[in-house]
């Protein structure tokens, strides 16, 4: 049943059971939020998500607050903003937040922006440096943290506890300073992939795996999903740490070749060579999730030891050919084997690499073309 509420002055539409902040996404109507994960159960952890509704005192927090026809609701009232401000102000003061970019705007912050781009060596600079929520929102509402200097772009910030990096796990760097507790990993971990390797443990101001370990040492399959809803620089990929720049990376929509599921990536293309993939959001079939072949596999493709060109074995070696000899050759032998032992001296096995669609076409082959049942796939066996 469709029902109306008011907000910012305009009549919106909205469904029973609606919270604010899924009626305001579904109308277009933006209200930022940080720890908000589509798919799972709203936590409320950040608070960047408050609303004003007429007649209450309290601000509420629009991810969890349920829609009702009597509100009438302000998304960007006086009230708001300064409770966002001060949000975001303890968020950027809470560890290593070397943001840089409080009070800037207009021509200062096309400068910076081209300042902190001809930085590529300074690895002091976040590694979320681009593609940072809480970045993003410290730009839009022009919040400034006493640690966080315009001038100061390779200088990080005194932590706010003393938290080590987790630097011994091989695809996945945590940098505990730079988390904002904001849950979403956890989320991702526990709600979206249900691998409940990590959890939250507010006593020690971090999240942490069973007994605290390194991922390494815990049950984590290595998915990257935590590393995909991470808003800020606490959890990146370790292969694509201070190399992969959004501004400099072109994103090529494809599926992934690791198995016929059809997953759909966005492969980050820098320089002609991917540095990073990354699930592409609400697409068929996967919504975003990869496993850890998906996400961190790629590197098969520039291994030298990769075959690029036919080769055909003669005596003890091998002669590089061209595909359409190497293909008549295999036709040509196919040919002659079934003439001469009959379809069934054929059999064979369709990659668990390939799509399905391949997978199709190959028994098609055998059992249309070669007439012979002897074909399986590897996943089975």
Known sequence: MTEHLMINGRETAFRSGQTILEVAMANQIPIPTICYLKGTAPSGRCGICVVEIDGLNELVLSCSTIADSSMKIKTESKRVIKERKTIIAKFLSSGNHNCAIAGLSGQEWSDFQLKVSQADSAQDLCPAWGDCRLQDLAYQYQVEADSCKPDRISDSPELRMELKMELKNPLIVRDFSRCIMCGRCVQACNEVQVNLAINLDESLY???????????????????????????????????????????????????????????????????????????????????????????????????????????????????????????????????????????????????????????????????VFKTNNIDHCART
């Not at 991922?215 to 990929?237: M, R, T, W, Y």
């Not at 030891?305 to 091998?318: H, N, S, V, W, Y």
């Not at 008549?328 to 001296?345: C, M, Q, R, S």
Request: net charge positive.
């Open 206 to 368: 971090k999240i942490v795996t069973k007994g605290d370990k390194a991922l390494i040492d815990s049950n984590c399959v290595f998915c990257g999903e935590c590393v995909q809803a991470c808003p800020v620089g606490a959890l990146v990929e370790k292969k694509s740490r201070y190399i992969w720049r959004p501004w400099k990376t072109e994103k090529i929509r494809t599926t992934c070749p690791y198995c016929g599921v059809g997953c759909q990536q966005l492969l980050h293309v820098q320089d002609e060579k991917i540095v990073k993939i990354t699930g592409v959001e609400d697409a068929e079939p996967n919504k975003g999730r990869l496993c850890v072949k998906g996400r961190f596999g790629y590197d098969f493709i520039y291994s030298k030891e990769r075959l690029d060109t036919p080769l055909i074995k003669e005596k003890d070696g091998f002669r590089e050919a061209s595909w359409d000899k190497a293909l008549d050759l295999v036709a040509d032998k196919f040919t002659k084997i079934i003439e001469k032992h009959g379809p069934d001296a054929l059999a064979g096995v369709s990659c668990a690499r390939s799509i399905n669609e391949d997978s199709y076409q190959m028994q098609k082959l055998f059992r249309a």
